[in-house]
């Protein structure tokens, strides 16, 4: 198992739909934020994953820890699967987002207003006793 803290908080899915919604002159914006936030994510998880190979498949364990209970789950969620899964990929660390890579994952949540971050556990397949 590799475990990645990635600190702060991200957009939520409800902020991603409204950047897609922008006005006609601004269509990318959402796809600006997507590929600054995969950057920021590439940039957290190249210090970890440099040392170690990712022996795939694998299952994802998110545990997202806000800053107060006011997002709803899914909203938290949502995007940030979207985005990591992805940087996994652009990093180079995975083939691809498929199901043949990426056999499930699962979420939890808490509050710490302190310290907003989020764990990631990368499970082998093997490894992952539900």
């Given at each position: 198992?590799?475990?990645?803290?990635?600190?702060?908080?991200?957009?939520?899915?409800?902020?991603?739909?409204?950047?897609?919604?922008?006005?006609?002159?601004?269509?990318?914006?959402?796809?600006?934020?997507k590929q600054q936030d995969q950057s920021t994510l590439?940039?957290?998880?190249?210090?970890?994953?440099?040392?170690?190979?990712?022996?795939?498949?694998?299952?994802?364990?998110?545990?997202?820890?806000?800053?107060?209970?006011?997002?709803?789950?899914?909203?938290?969620?949502?995007?940030?699967?979207?985005?990591?899964?992805?940087?996994?990929?652009?990093?180079?660390?995975?083939?691809?987002?498929?199901?043949?890579?990426?056999?499930?994952?699962?979420?939890?949540?808490?509050?710490?207003?302190?310290?907003?971050?989020?764990?990631?556990?990368?499970?082998?397949?093997?490894?992952?006793?539900?």
């Amino acid at each position: 198992m590799i475990r990645v803290t990635i600190p702060g908080r991200f957009a939520g899915m409800n902020e991603f739909i409204s950047a897609n919604r922008t006005g006609k002159g601004n269509w990318n914006k959402a796809n600006t934020m997507k590929q600054q936030d995969q950057s920021t994510l590439i940039a957290s998880l190249r210090p970890v994953l440099r040392q170690k190979g990712i022996r795939y498949p694998i299952y994802i364990r998110y545990h997202f820890y806000e800053p107060s209970a006011r997002r709803d789950k899914d909203n938290i969620s949502g995007y940030f699967h979207k985005i990591f899964q992805d940087a996994l990929v652009v990093g180079g660390w995975l083939p691809d987002d498929s199901w043949d890579y990426i056999t499930g994952f699962s979420d939890a949540f808490s509050v710490d207003k302190e310290n907003p971050h989020i764990e990631i556990d990368i499970v082998e397949v093997g490894e992952h006793e539900r």
